[in-house]
């Protein structure tokens, strides 16, 4: 596992196959949704794309964002701040809250002290209170508070729960916590793969949330072209796609590069991350947000680039491009392009979290990431899936097919500054329409939600 980055109705024809043709993109061996072992990723390092922890001692109250810019010089937000950056209260006020819908969100080691810290959360910004339920997958260890591959994976659970539950607030959340022990030599993949399967089998999920990755150059084989180390691993999405499941990932924090193997070293030029990169998930990028303390822009946003990471974005290693990129092959080339759409995640623009799971360290924290834009994006596809009134599944082909339609049909919002340039490497700069930076660029949620229904 990657150690945590913690500082952390005519749309509707267009789905009709998406999901065949995008899963024939690779050629991916012996079809691994049967009931085959899950294949091993030896050596390949998991991620949370979570970044930007400020301070390592929780605040006892979070700061509105006049008093982050005087205390810290940074733009710090609320969950209130963003539904009103977002346009959300306008759904809420048409009764679209999530309701009967189930996010699945993944996580590693999870937190034992999830259900009281969103209940803090809660009463803080004054959501409505909802059971969290955890569901234990594989050998999970006892918490360790002192354990940093233990806390990371908690503050990345916290914030993957606390923002999906606010963006959606009456939508169910499933947190799955799976047995992953670094020291163990173990790698997480199949297990999280493994339990994403039997949830969609059981019919409990109608979204999924994944803010992990790993970088596509470590998985064994890639180097020579072989490429079934991670095909393989594909099983669970090729399952979402028959059950009409959407499934989404974070792009990544460390822009145009990732990671090497050792989890440590970033690559010295362009890489990109799976699952982030699978032609059957939406990619989530990262965006800054420039808001007032009422949660009202005053700039538009841009590419998520501050001093603590920026949004990944790239073309895929493993993957051809699929169908549902042809209108943008000008970009992408012949691959997979990522990421698909965008959402906050900068750190200069971060979100307000209480944890407690580490007494030492209870209370507030200031955190970004793409961590923070998949889950708030699950929020919004559970408002659609509530919308629709069904599940809206694989959403790639919706949103290719929503581009050329008019801002005030379509709720899809351009990004045009910034880029995802990290380190020593030069990454991509937003322009007018896709890029491989903010991808379709961002949302107005109210229309977005009521494009992508039908309705």
């Not at 309701?99 to 803090?120: N, Y």
Request: charge should be negative.
């Amino acid at each position: 596992m990657r150690s945590p980055r913690t500082l952390r109705r005519a749309l509707a024809l267009l789905a009709v196959g998406a999901t065949a043709l995008a899963a024939g993109t690779v050629s991916t061996g012996s079809d691994a949704a049967g009931t085959t072992a899950a294949p091993s990723a030896a050596g390949v390092h998991v991620r949370p794309a979570s970044a930007g922890r400020v301070s390592a001692v929780g605040r006892t109250s979070p700061l509105s964002t006049s008093q982050c810019l005087a205390e810290l010089g940074l733009h710090c937000y609320s969950p209130l701040q963003y539904r009103e950056a977002y346009n959300l209260n306008a759904l809420c006020r048409e009764g679209v809250t999530g309701k009967g819908r189930t996010i699945v969100i993944v996580d590693s080691f999870g937190s034992p002290t999830i259900q009281h810290d969103l209940e803090v959360f809660d009463r803080q910004w004054g959501l409505p209170d909802t059971q969290v339920e955890v569901v234990k997958w594989g050998d999970v260890p006892p918490f360790d508070p002192t354990n940093p591959e233990h806390t990371g994976w908690a503050g990345e659970a916290t914030l993957d729960v606390e923002y999906a539950h606010a963006i959606a607030p009456d939508a169910h959340i499933i947190l799955v916590e799976t047995g992953v022990a670094e020291t163990e030599g173990t790698t997480g993949l199949p297990e999280m793969m493994d339990a994403e399967r039997a949830l969609i089998r059981s019919g409990r999920a109608d979204v999924i949330s994944q803010s992990f990755g790993a970088t596509e150059n470590t998985f064994p084989g890639y180097d020579k072209g072989d490429f079934r180390s991670l095909t393989d691993l594909r099983y669970a999405f090729k399952e979402a796609a028959a059950h009409d499941v959407t499934v989404l990932a974070s792009s990544g924090d460390a822009g145009a590069t990732d990671y090497q193997e050792n989890g440590t070293d970033l690559y010295p030029y362009r890489v990109n991350s799976w699952p982030s990169s699978d032609p059957l998930v939406t990619s989530i990028g990262g965006t800054q947000l420039t808001l007032d303390d009422a949660g009202k822009r005053t700039a538009p946003d841009k590419v998520w680039h501050d001093a603590y990471g920026a949004g990944g974005g790239g073309v895929s290693g493993v993957f051809e491009r699929p169908p549902y990129q042809t209108g943008v092959a000008k970009v992408t080339g012949n691959h997979r392009g990522t990421p698909d759409i965008s959402m906050s995640a900068a750190v200069d623009g971060g979100a307000w979290t209480y944890e407690s799971y580490d007494p030492a360290r209870a209370g507030w924290h200031l955190t970004g990431g793409t961590s923070e834009a998949a889950p708030v994006f699950s929020g919004v596809v559970a408002l659609a899936d509530q919308l629709a009134g069904r599940r809206l599944g694989q959403l790639n082909w919706r949103l290719y097919g929503m581009n050329p339609l008019p801002q005030q049909w379509s709720g899809l919002v351009d990004v045009t500054t910034g880029d995802n340039s990290w380190d020593s490497v030069t990454g991509y700069q937003a322009t007018k329409g896709y890029d491989l930076a903010s991808g379709l660029g961002t949302i107005d949620a109210h229309r977005f939600v009521h494009a992508l229904a039908g309705r």
